[in-house]
């Protein structure tokens, strides 16, 4: 359902004065109050859900397949560069953990 139409419905609704939210109601039970819960007014659809996904996903920009393959290489590079640097920095600290920290 497009968004303009949710809209118009909704402020048809507030005009009305019906509320979109089910209402509490004190329902006297033996001499105690409860609440209850009335029914929705809008019966609900099957497959609404569905059917606003699929709506949404025809909204979304795809990536191009060189968009994509540009993400995996950047992901790739940034990779070997941080692995790189971690292995140099376990280079380095490798005599001071084994001699200091370990004792060995």
């Known amino acids: 359902m497009p968004r303009e139409t949710r809209r118009q419905r909704r402020d048809a609704r507030r005009a009305s004065g019906e509320s979109a939210r089910p209402r509490a109601v004190a329902v006297p039970a033996g001499g105690a109050s409860e609440t209850a819960v009335e029914p929705i007014a809008q019966p609900r659809r099957r497959g609404r859900f569905i059917h606003e996904s699929i709506g ?6 795809w990536p ?8 995996t290489v950047a992901v790739i590079v940034a990779c070997l560069i941080v692995g790189a640097y971690l292995w140099g920095v376990d280079q380095v600290l490798r005599p001071f953990v084994r001699d200091v920290l370990l004792g060995q």
Not at 56 to 61: A, I, T
Not at 64 to 71: A, E, F, L, N, P
């Open 56 to 61: 949404e996903l025809r909204k979304v920009e």
């Open 64 to 71: 191009t397949r060189s968009h994509v393959i540009q993400g």
